[in-house]
C-alpha cells in the first residue's frame, strides 16, 4: 500500500503528456488514457496523493476553437486535476518528432547515425520547455514537490531553480542515459547537463544509466560525486537507482474480471491444438520487431514439423509516424509479415 503524504504537501507531475489525451469529433471533446508506460506507470498516484499534472493535451493549438480550448482546460482542471501547455503543430514537429525523437531518442539507444543534429529544432525544445515553466510557474506552492519527467524535459529542471531556489524538485529519465563516448556526441551536452541538475533528485532505472550520468557530470561539468552525491552552489544532488514497477494489484485483479477471462476461454476454444506466440510492442526501432520476425522465420525454416501448428500475433502500437526512421521501420515489418504470410501460411 501508498501511503499518502501531508495534507499540505502537493506533488506536481509535469510530463510531455497528460495522463489522459483530448480528442475532438463532431465539436464533442473527449478524453482518453494516454498510451506510453510513463502514463500507464503514474496515473495510479492519484489515487493516493494530493497531485497535479502538467503537460500537452495532445491536440495542437491551431487545431482547437478558443471555445474548445477553454472547455478542454476547464475538463482538465476540474474532472483530471492537470494543467495542459500550448504547442503548436510547428513545435509538436521541431520540439517532439525534431529534438526528442530524432536527436535525443535515437542517441540515448545507442543509435548514432539516426541522430538529426538540428540547431533550429535544438532552439525550439529551449523554447517548449520555457513553455511548459511559464504554464507551470503560477502554480507552484512553496510546500510542492516538483517531479520533471524524462528527455523532452531535460532543461525544465534548471528552469525552475533559477526562479524558486527552495523548492524541492526531482527528475527521473525513463530510458537509458548512454555512455559518456556517446553522450558526447551532442552539441548540447552541457545545456542538458545543466538542465537536469537544477533537480535535488535524479533517478534512473538502472545502476549503469546512473554511473554514465555521473561520469557525464564529471566530464563535462567537472564535477564529483561522492556516493552518488554531487555538491553543487550549496547545495547537495542525489543520483540514484529506482527501477520502475507497476500497479501490480491493478494488473491482477484486471486478469480476473469475467469479460477478460471470457475472452481468454474464447482464445483457448479457437486454437484447439494450435501454439500462440504473442508480442506486444510499441512500433520502435529500439524493440527488435524485425529480429524477432526474423527469429520466428528461422524457427519455421528450421523446423517444418511446426508449420500450420504454431502462430505468431504482433500487437504493435502505431509510434511517431511523422519520424522517417519510423515510418522505414513500419515499411520493414509489413514486409517481413508479408514475407512469412506467403512462405509459411496455410489454407487452414
Known sequence: MIEPIGDSERIIIVANRLSVSASITENA????????????GLSSLQE????????WCGIPREEMSDEQHALIEQRLKDEYRSIAVDLT?????????GFCNNTIWPLFHYFPTYVDYSHENFATYERVNQAYFERLR???????????????LMLLPQYIRDEFPDVRIGFFLHIPFPSYEMFRLLPWRRELMDGVLGADLVGFHTYDYARHFLSAVR?????????????????????????MGIDYERYAKASQQPEVMEFIDKIDGSLDE?????????????????????????????????????SLAMIVAPSREGVPQYQDLKREVDELISDINGTFSTLD
Open 29 to 40: 471533446v473527449e478524453f482518453s488514457q494516454s498510451m506510453g508506460g510513463l502514463a500507464t
Open 48 to 55: 493516493y496523493y494530493q497531485m497535479l499534472w502538467v503537460g
Open 138 to 152: 503560477p502554480h507552484i506552492r512553496p510546500d510542492d514537490i516538483i517531479w520533471v519527467h524524462d528527455y523532452q
Open 89 to 97: 503543430q510547428e513545435e509538436v514537429q521541431q520540439f517532439y518528432l
Open 219 to 243: 566530464r563535462i561539468v567537472g564535477l564529483d560525486n561522492h556516493l552518488g552525491r554531487i555538491a553543487l552552489e550549496g547545495r547537495t544532488i542525489g543520483v540514484d537507482v529506482f527501477p
Open 274 to 310: 494450435q501454439h500462440l506466440i504473442l508480442s506486444v510492442d510499441r512500433l520502435d526501432y529500439s524493440k527488435g520487431i524485425p529480429n524477432r520476425l526474423w527469429g520466428y522465420r528461422y524457427f519455421l525454416e528450421q523446423h517444418p514439423e511446426w508449420h500450420g501448428r504454431v
